[in-house]
């Protein structure tokens, strides 16, 4: 059996869960401390994972943010290559952390 489903449907779909990326980057945002948000004011953000390949995030985000936002080099393996750098100099973690 095939079910044929629209672009509309998809977009439909991906709609609420998109809407809650981009609460969740504002909140983020609003709280991280000074020192580190003139840095994402330089460098702006870097979308990484699965969800950085959903089409036009990086622009919706711009639009949202005001920031400069950009897809990580190779978005599904940067998340654990970050970790695994924190992982083996833990004190960064200290340095970005939000408490």
Request: net charge negative; proline share 5%.
């Amino acid at each position: 059996k095939t079910v044929e489903i629209t672009d509309e449907e998809i977009r439909d779909s991906l709609l609420e869960p998109i809407n809650h990326i981009v609460e969740a980057v504002r909140i983020g945002l609003e709280r991280t401390p000074p020192e580190l948000a003139s840095d994402i004011v330089d460098k702006g953000i870097v979308l990484a994972g699965g969800g950085a390949l959903l089409r036009n995030l990086d622009t919706l985000l711009r639009e949202e943010t005001g920031l400069p936002v950009v897809l990580a080099d190779d978005p599904l393996t940067a998340v654990v290559m970050g970790a695994g750098k924190v992982l083996d100099e833990l004190s960064l973690l200290k340095d970005v952390a939000i408490s």
